[in-house]
């Protein structure tokens, strides 16, 4: 039996969320070891780009929305990952950084994600993969400007 292509099949959005989810699995699947989901590792990921950070700053940098941040922010602190400070600027806010722990996990899991980049690169060809990024970089910018709209 032979299936047909269907409308999904067609469906940049679909085929974009299929995808991401095998991605995020294969991650999850390599970052079982070190005790920690994509979502965290994302966040740990973004913190470790400029050591303390407002929350607000890390959910727009991990592209999520507050209160999921907030989750991961409470699991990264419970595991030791993160420690949190008084803003001397706004004492509303709290300025999130990695800890000893978080800084060797982050070194320790970093080539778990290259190697998640490695392997679709050997799927296509250079030039396919360059194009590729350029097109996943221009959906993003056109997305965030049409839900600014």
Not at 41 to 65: F, N, P
């Amino acid at each position: 039996m032979t299936l047909q292509p269907n409308q999904l099949d067609q469906s940049v959005g679909f085929l974009m969320g299929v995808a991401y989810r095998k991605l995020t699995g294969l991650l999850q699947q390599r970052l079982k070891a070190y005790d920690i989901t994509p979502e965290q590792w994302s966040v740990l990921y973004h913190i470790s780009r400029t050591d303390g950070m407002i929350q607000r700053d890390i959910a727009e940098l991990a592209e999520k929305d507050h209160p999921t941040t907030t989750r991961i922010l409470d699991h990264l602190l419970k595991k030791g990952l993160v420690e949190k400070q008084v803003n001397d600027e706004d004492r509303r806010a709290f300025l999130v950084s990695l800890t000893n722990s978080g800084r060797t996990l982050l070194e320790q899991t970093e080539p778990i994600e290259q190697s998640i980049t490695a392997d679709i690169q050997r799927c296509m060809t250079n030039e396919e993969y360059d194009v590729f990024m350029k097109a996943l970089r221009r959906i993003h910018t056109h997305t965030s400007q049409l839900m600014k709209s």
